[in-house]
């Protein structure tokens, strides 16, 4: 097969990418066992079972790339802060890098079953020090749909935990494994299939080959250790999910630096807007400001598609300022006004009031809130 991940040739790109890129849940079933080694390394073959019923269809794209839901199947059988560092390195990664929204990471429940999500299995049976710290799992797309199975697997041991003595290179190792298995979530089939590749350890997968070779990949079996996206992996993304390319921007306080940001990646309606350390090109902070004519705007979340707007079209000073499906509304409704330094404060019709950090807070996790316009520091916005 070819590939999946890429450099950035678009010229290369046939007119039907998703159809051909994209791998269906039934797919890359097996667990893949190699994906930790280094590069070079030559272990037992991979498992990956290639089946007929490798369907590759454009339905199987995850309708909305920003909030991929994720849940966890054992959750007893990882510990809170192993838990942690693996969703945070998820996060993080395809956040920053290629405008991804992995959400949830809580246990499974109906409303995962419910729908297309990524359901992980943290198989407690492997010992780390075999050197396989942590192996493959499935692959899934937005096809998906109801069941009550596992759709991931990430082997971990019996303790739940990276051991007490853990080298930076076993963690590195784990990371890279769990990002790569994310990386088939979205469709990214393996870089060392390519009829181009110099990886000797070929799965034998069909696929199509975007730009060129890329040894580094994530997705490829030879890629050096502790790999995380390249360049050539986010172009790949980017190519079967052309909306995350330009997501928006952040905006922030141009006194205390925080960053607007919807909790948790939470896309219910209602959600609050509040501030917080900015992570760059993760898609709870981006924004998208949509002109509606006569000086008045919108401002969409970039990972909700959802408006800026204050909450019960309140008019009073302190009234809290949500997200909430746009509807055109004049709490919904914005003028910006220019403030000194290049800032802005933002102005909502419904009241003529303010958005406003209040008592000018530093703490991350406030909600923001409007107030008088009276141009302070917790009224500029850049
Ligand atoms: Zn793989």
């Known amino acids: 097969m070819r590939q999946l991940s890429l450099?950035?040739?678009?010229?290369?790109?046939?007119?039907?990418?998703?159809?051909?890129?994209?791998?269906?849940?039934?797919?890359?079933?097996?667990?893949?066992?190699?994906?930790?080694?280094?590069?070079?390394?030559?272990?037992?073959?991979?498992?990956?079972?290639?089946?007929s019923s490798y369907i590759r269809t454009?339905?199987?794209?995850?309708?909305?790339?920003?909030?991929?839901?994720?849940?966890?199947?054992?959750?007893?059988?990882?510990?809170?802060?192993?838990?942690?560092?693996l969703s945070t390195t998820v996060r993080t990664d395809y956040g920053t890098k290629a405008g991804v929204g992995y959400v949830g990471w809580e246990p499974c429940s109906d409303y995962y079953f419910k729908q297309s999500s990524v359901r992980v299995y943290f198989n407690p049976s492997q010992n780390w020090s075999d050197g396989n710290g942590s192996t493959g799992g499935n692959s899934l797309d937005g096809a998906t749909g109801a069941g009550t199975n596992a759709t991931m697997t990430i082997n971990i041991d019996a303790k739940g935990e990276y051991p007490q003595n853990a080298s930076e290179e076993l963690k590195s190792r784990v990371r890279s494994t769990t990002?790569?298995?994310?990386?088939?979530?979205?469709?990214?089939?393996?870089?060392?299939?390519?009829?181009?590749?110099?990886?000797?350890?070929?799965?034998?997968?069909?696929?199509?080959?975007?730009?060129?070779?890329?040894?580094?990949?994530?997705m490829n079996y030879c890629r050096p250790a502790?790999?995380?996206?390249?360049?050539?992996?986010?172009?790949?993304i980017h190519t079967l999910y052309p909306e995350l390319k330009g997501a928006?921007?952040?905006?922030?306080?141009?006194?205390?630096?925080?960053?607007?940001?919807?909790?948790?990646?939470?896309?219910?309606?209602?959600?609050?807007?509040?501030q917080r350390d900015c992570a760059p090109g993760v898609p709870?902070?981006?924004?998208?400001?949509?002109?509606?004519?006569?000086?008045?705007?919108?401002?969409?979340?970039?990972?909700?598609?959802?408006?800026?707007?204050?909450?019960?079209?309140?008019?009073?000073?302190?009234?809290?300022?949500?997200?909430?499906?746009?509807?055109?509304?004049?709490?919904?409704?914005v003028r910006l006004i220019d403030q000194t330094g290049g800032g802005k404060s933002v102005q909502f019709k419904h009241s003529g009031k303010c958005l406003d950090v209040p008592g000018s807070s530093t703490e991350n996790g406030i909600q923001l809130q409007q107030w008088d316009c009276n141009g302070s520091s917790a009224q500029n916005f850049d």
């Open 179 to 218: 990002l790569h298995e994310f990386g088939h979530v979205l469709g990214l089939m393996h870089e060392g299939d390519r009829h181009d590749s110099t990886c000797d350890r070929k799965t034998g997968a069909p696929g199509v080959n975007i730009g060129s070779y890329d040894p580094n990949s994530l």
């Open 7 to 51: 450099e950035e040739h678009p010229q290369a790109l046939t007119a039907e990418p998703f159809k051909i890129l994209l791998a269906s849940p039934m797919v890359l079933a097996s667990v893949i066992a190699l994906s930790l080694l280094p590069a070079g390394c030559v272990r037992a073959p991979s498992v990956h079972s290639e089946n």
């Open 248 to 274: 928006g921007s952040q905006r922030k306080n141009s006194s205390n630096q925080k960053c607007w940001e919807i909790p948790e990646f939470s896309s219910d309606p209602g959600a609050p807007l509040q």
């Open 58 to 85: 454009e339905s199987s794209r995850w309708p909305n790339p920003r909030a991929i839901p994720v849940c966890i199947m054992n959750i007893h059988d990882i510990k809170p802060n192993l838990l942690n560092d």
């Open 226 to 236: 502790g790999q995380t996206l390249t360049q050539g992996d986010v172009a790949g």
């Open 284 to 333: 709870n902070q981006l924004w998208r400001t949509q002109d509606l004519g006569n000086g008045e705007f919108e401002i969409r979340s970039s990972l909700t598609n959802t408006c800026l707007d204050v909450a019960g079209a309140d008019l009073s000073s302190g009234a809290k300022v949500i997200l909430w499906p746009c509807s055109g509304g004049d709490n919904q409704r």
